[in-house]
């Protein structure tokens, strides 16, 4: 049975530091495509960074570049989210999400498995 597990959320102040992991187990993932996803209270889920499995090529959203950063550790299995400069608007429940296969993605319909999600909660 495939799970994602995140880790690594909480409070923290605007200017602040966060640092999103997101440990896969039931299989690997060493060369499938991985994202991080977002939703707000009130708005759908969107797309945040996403990593491609054999060349780890990142993609992010206009509003996280310069400030996320999205890893992997292929021998463990586990994709991570480096949060920093956050702001107010960056509050969400943040969601990680593995594709079967190879590939980049920023839309969900393209992801087959999804972790329970960690709140992220930046104060002004």
């Known amino acids: 049975q495939v799970q994602l597990v995140e880790s690594g959320g909480g409070l923290v102040q605007a200017g602040g530091s966060l640092r999103l992991s997101c440990a896969a187990s039931g299989r690997t993932f060493s060369s499938s495509a991985m994202g991080w996803f977002r939703q707000a209270p009130g708005k759908e889920r969107e797309f945040v960074a996403a990593i491609s499995g054999i060349t780890r090529t990142p993609d992010y959203t206009d509003s996280v570049k310069g400030r996320f950063t999205i890893s992997r550790d292929v021998a463990a299995n586990t994709v991570y989210l480096q949060m920093n400069s956050l702001k107010p608007e960056d509050s969400a429940v943040y969601y990680c999400?593995?594709?079967?296969?190879?590939?980049?993605?920023?839309?969900?319909?393209?992801?087959?498995?999804w972790g329970q999600g960690t709140q992220v909660t930046v104060s002004s």
């Open positions: 999400a593995a594709r079967g296969s190879a590939g980049l993605y920023t839309r969900e319909i393209y992801y087959d498995f």
